[in-house]
């Protein structure tokens, strides 16, 4: 009679513990998730050494949209909070290679969550900058505003904390603040970055979305602004206006340095989008921008399209054309000051992309 009350007692317990790992499981998830693009690019006004100039034709990862794979999860810890985890790395789609930044180079980040309090993450993440995405119509792309601004968007933050609130009426806010680690706050020459930080306030509504953005990005040799492509302040707004089949956008950016040849930049673009068809998305923008200190100034032609072969598929074409000033040199690409692709001074760079993207 004891052995079988014994035995009874160990099925209560296992059938108990079952169901506790699988209230368990139910409370916690984990999504793996990510992008592949791949196409084909043309482009002209590539230099060359006898002094004249050239075009090329080659297969191109991410011109549309960078490929990556990424993971995230969340375990509901009681009282409305989640812990959250963000890991994503990017990688070419044309060759299979990883980051030399490392593999999660994107995102590497844990936090909390709660949808009263806001959202606090802290590790690898991308920098506030890269918010601008919203409004440009071809999403930080390759030929996108960050031509013009040489790829500042596309910065990473390492050391970074950051807190999302929630949204009220409409409004919300987003800072981020990423530590140098040296023994100098802003940066020593010690580590691979300096300080750097941003707040953002956004305000969305069914027809419209308004967001500012300030940020700086620090030199991590000296924690100084010297450089306006790199170790700048930036000043954004951008407005999208939600008109039935057509989103229309508006931008004004300024990046200021302290010292180099260039210590004010300006872009201005205006784009709209049209939902031609549930399958079919048309883009047009025109961008400009100007640099002081003799960099003169450029103006960036572009349209595109999207044809959605379904939810996760699509085939994208682009066309896009810069126009540089006598002593400007502004690439399709966004390219250093340095880049042997850069167009000569004063000379037109123009270019045409293919492209197949799945999401998953």
């Given amino acids: 009679m004891h052995k079988a009350k014994f035995l009874a007692v160990q099925c209560i317990a296992a059938a108990a513990g079952t169901i506790a790992g699988t209230t368990a499981h139910a409370q916690s998830s984990v999504t793996l998730y990510g992008r592949i693009d791949n196409g084909i690019e043309y482009m002209s006004g590539i230099p060359t050494a006898s002094g004249g100039t050239t075009s090329r034709v080659r297969a191109e990862s991410g011109n549309w949209g960078g490929s990556y794979f990424a993971m995230e999860g969340s375990e509901d810890i009681g009282g409305g909070t989640k812990a959250t985890f963000h890991l994503e790395s990017a990688f070419l789609a044309t060759t299979g290679q990883g980051s030399p930044d490392g593999l999660f180079n994107r995102w590497a980040s844990v936090g909390l969550k709660n949808d009263h309090y806001g959202a606090f993450q802290i590790g690898r993440q991308l920098f506030i900058a890269n918010n601008i995405v919203s409004f440009d119509p071809f999403l930080l792309g390759s030929w996108a505003s960050t031509s013009l601004t040489r790829g500042r968007s596309w910065i990473k933050a390492s050391n970074a904390v950051s807190y999302q609130s929630p949204k009220i009426d409409g409004i919300d806010v987003y800072g981020q603040y990423a530590l140098s680690n040296a023994t100098n706050w802003n940066g020593n020459g010690t580590t691979s970055q300096g300080r750097m930080a941003g707040l953002q306030i956004s305000y969305a509504s069914a027809w419209m979305l308004v967001r500012g953005i300030y940020d700086e990005i620090r030199d991590p040799a000296n924690g100084k602004f010297d450089n306006i492509y790199s170790y700048s302040r930036e000043y954004f707004v951008g407005a999208n206006l939600y008109l039935g089949q057509f989103k229309v956008q508006g931008v004004f950016q300024t990046l200021h340095a302290d010292s180099g040849s260039t210590t004010t930049l300006q872009q201005e673009w205006a784009a709209i989008n ?23 100034n450029a103006t960036m032609y572009a349209v595109g399209t999207v044809y959605y072969l379904s939810k996760r598929t699509q085939l994208h074409a682009q066309l896009a054309s810069v126009r ?37």
């Fill in 274 to 296: 049209w939902r031609a068809q549930p399958d079919i998305d048309l883009k047009a923008a025109v961008f400009h921008v100007n640099a002081n200190g003799g960099g003169g």
């Fill in 324 to 360: 540089n000033s006598a002593n400007a040199k502004f690439s399709l690409e966004a390219n250093s000051t340095t880049s042997s692709d850069n167009p000569l001074p004063g000379h037109t760079q123009s270019g045409a992309y293919v492209g197949i993207e799945h999401v998953f």
